[in-house]
Structures are given as C-alpha cells and as structure tokens.
C-alpha cells in the first residue's frame, strides 16, 4: 500500500497535526495536481494545511474538515500567477493571508453553502 495520492503529492503532506489522518477528496487532489503540472514547479503544503480533523479544526463550514482545501507555499513574486493557475484548475475558494509578516495562501472547491460559504470567493485573512 503507498500512500501517493497524485504524481507529486503524498498523504503525509496533508496530514492533520493533531491526529494524522489525512482524508484529502480525491477531486481536490486531481485540481491541485493540474495546478502543479501548469505551474511547473513544487508546490509543497505548509504543516496543518490539509485535511485536519474536527478535534483540529473547529469551525463548523471548514473546507479542510472535508479535505477539500489546501494552504500551498511558494515564492511570493508567484502569488498572481499562482491565483490565476488555481482559478483555472478549478479552485472556487481562495483565500490570501499577509499578516503579522506571514503570508500564505488557502485554495479549495468546496461546495457553495449559500449565506455561509459563498462560492466562487476570493478573501484575505
């Protein structure tokens, strides 16, 4: 058994600190795959920025509970390439954090939950 969910993605990398399980939506994965293959560079997944369990993760519209969001690091100057690329493959929720000198982005194609989680929807945080 291998624990490789894509070409270039394992499931260690989206595993949840608190419990390690890592139940990333297969679909989610098959987006994030086309953004690396139109990116052409490594994509890697901070700590905590996938699948993350509801002992974790305690809001109640969470995209990563249901293993349908991923926080991706790369190099800043990528950030509007990278957004155009994730819009492209798919992803409908986009999250920009810059805060406190950390800057990171959220992607994922979570379904819309109307008045909740509207979709497509671009955020910074």
């Not at 249901?66 to 155009?84: H, K, N, S």
Request: aromatic share 12%.
């Amino acid at each position: 058994m291998t624990d490789q969910l894509t070409q270039n993605f394992w499931a260690h990398e989206f595993a949840c600190p608190c419990c390690g399980a890592s139940h990333m939506n297969e679909q989610t994965m098959k987006k994030l795959q086309a953004l690396r293959g139109r990116y052409g560079k490594p994509i890697h997944i901070v700590e905590g920025g996938g699948f993350r369990c509801a002992n974790y993760d305690k809001s109640q519209y969470g995209a990563h509970k249901e293993g349908r969001a991923v926080d991706p690091t790369f190099p800043r100057e990528d950030l509007y390439r990278l957004i155009q690329l994730a819009i492209r493959c798919g992803f409908t929720g986009i999250g920009v954090k810059n805060k406190d000198g950390k800057f990171q982005l959220h992607l994922d194609d979570a379904p819309n939950l109307t008045g909740k989680r509207p979709r497509p929807w671009i955020w910074t945080y």
